[in-house]
């Protein structure tokens, strides 16, 4: 069965701290994998998208990196602020489908304290 | 150039009573899918359509759920006789073409008494 795991399942960081979140997948085969934030009562943002050739991928404080071999991602998050607080989602597009289903993780959820 | 619209934003039902959810994609997206994210848990697709035609339905439940994306107008969601086992949020997501470029609405929170 594909599945999309991620670890922590919550994590409480102070204002200012980095932190980085996991995420391991067994989608095969697989097209892309994307990182989202869903922030409480809104729609998922997203916030990177790598096929399997990238390595790494950044956008602000959001880094994320992709180790197709051993089918791992993780999002590093840097100088961590308030409006960080929301839910971080592994999303793996399945690569046995043209028709664009992702396949979500449960998400972390991420609380930023002052 | 609004983003993907979905509405209502909360909508409550009595067990029995039908639910009609509805997204309207970005302009110029043609590409529409549902999800359900039930309480503590990850989004789980359920739909893809394009205009007029339904491409995947694998994540839909069987009886009671249909959609449809009619040449005009948005995206509908319709899910008979609801339990409260529907209770969730579900989102919509759309695209030009192909898996890039999703965008998600804010979602329909369904609750069923």
């Known amino acids: 069965k594909n599945q999309v795991e991620q670890s922590p399942q919550s994590l409480i960081i102070l204002e200012g701290k980095n932190c980085t979140l996991q995420?391991?997948?067994?989608?095969?085969?697989?097209?892309?994998l994307r990182w989202y934030k869903q922030d409480t009562g809104r729609g998922p943002v997203s916030l990177t998208i790598?096929?399997?050739?990238?390595n790494t991928k950044s956008n602000g404080r959001y880094t994320a990196t992709l180790d197709a071999d051993t089918k791992q991602s993780s999002l590093h998050i840097t100088a961590s602020q308030l409006s960080d607080s929301a839910s971080y989602i592994c999303?793996?597009?399945?690569?046995?489908?043209?028709?664009?289903?992702?396949?979500f993780g449960q998400g972390t959820t991420l609380q930023v304290k002052p | 150039n609004a983003g993907v619209m979905q509405n209502p934003r909360h909508l409550v039902r009595r067990r029995g009573q039908e639910a009609r959810l509805r997204c309207s994609p970005m302009?110029?997206?043609?590409?529409v899918y549902w999800y359900r994210q039930l309480p503590e848990e990850g989004l789980k697709f359920m739909v893809y359509?394009?205009?007029?035609?339904?491409?995947?339905e694998s994540g839909m439940p069987k009886e009671r759920f249909s959609a449809e994306f009619p040449k005009e107008g948005p995206s509908i969601l319709r899910i008979q006789q609801v339990v409260r086992g529907d209770s969730a949020a579900y989102f919509c997501?759309?695209?030009?073409?192909?898996?890039?470029?999703?965008?998600f609405g804010s979602g329909t929170r369904l609750t069923v008494v």
């Open positions: 997501a759309s695209s030009r073409q192909g898996n890039y470029g999703y965008t």
């Open positions: 995420c391991n997948y067994t989608v095969s085969p697989f097209s892309n």
């Open positions: 790598m096929t399997f050739s990238e």
């Open positions: 999303v793996v597009n399945d690569g046995s489908s043209n028709t664009g289903k992702l396949i």
């Open positions: 302009k110029g997206h043609s590409h």
């Open positions: 359509l394009q205009k007029e035609n339904i491409i995947d």
